[in-house]
């Protein structure tokens, strides 16, 4: 402790006010963080104390540290934590959703396509030129193909209701993924006010 004081009050002597500024600078790159989601808050305020113990030399603990900053600093990790994870859900689910959407749209256009197919090929058999074993086979055969295509027909809205209810079930996440982002927001300004506060109290520390 006395080498550290001998060693601020060399410095004001021989810098003045400039010392003011040398050590201001020190405190502001000690404290100057890029948090990181793969950060650990306890290497982060281990590598602040150690920065600002050596460039300061002020009789500073590293609880001190951990009470200033340890808090919101976690808060902060765990908010960037939750946003990734909630990101990657949100891109995953909007893959599901839109292999969903194409199938509902595939299965929509086969339908169709078998109707179309179908109707346009059933044709009322001509009774005037036929004889009456042939015109009793047509007759079969057209009442047959008719009978499947309303069948057919009659399975749509069932098929159309299994879609609604698969669509109703389709979800994107968007307002939740806003919601964590506005979390990581507000978990980045509280860390910003604690380090400015902290760095307020160590300039106040060094000036007295």
């Known amino acids: 402790m006395e080498t550290k004081l001998i060693y601020l009050i060399l410095l004001h002597f021989l810098m003045g006010s400039g010392a003011n500024v040398y050590l ?14 793969s950060d650990n808050s306890d290497q982060i305020i281990t590598d602040v104390y150690k920065c600002l113990d050596k460039a300061l030399l002020i009789n500073l603990k590293k ?8 808090s919101s600093l976690h808060s902060y990790i765990h908010a960037l ?3 990734e994870h909630q990101t990657l859900y949100v891109d995953e689910t909007n893959k599901v959703t839109r292999h969903e959407l194409t199938a509902i749209q595939q299965d929509a256009m086969t339908t169709l396509n078998r ?4 109707t346009k090929n059933i044709r009322l058999p001509a009774t005037y030129r036929l004889s009456n074993d042939r015109l ?4 079969n055969t057209f009442i047959q193909t ?11 809205p069932l098929l159309l209701d299994e879609h609604i209810d698969t669509m109703t079930n389709l979800t994107l996440p968007l307002s939740t993924l806003k919601d964590y982002e506005h ?6 300004q509280d860390l910003d006010i604690a380090l400015n506060t902290f760095q307020q109290f160590i300039l106040q520390q060094i000036h007295q």
């Open 24 to 37: 201001a600078d020190n405190v502001f790159s000690c404290t100057n963080i890029d948090v990181q989601k």
């Open 63 to 70: 609880s001190t540290v951990q009470e200033a900053i340890g």
């Open 81 to 83: 934590h939750n946003y």
């Open 115 to 118: 109707i179309n197919y179908i």
């Open 136 to 139: 009793i086979t047509e007759t």
């Open 146 to 156: 008719l009978k499947q295509t309303v069948s057919l027909i009659d399975t749509i």
């Open 183 to 188: 979390q990581k927001n507000n978990a980045y």
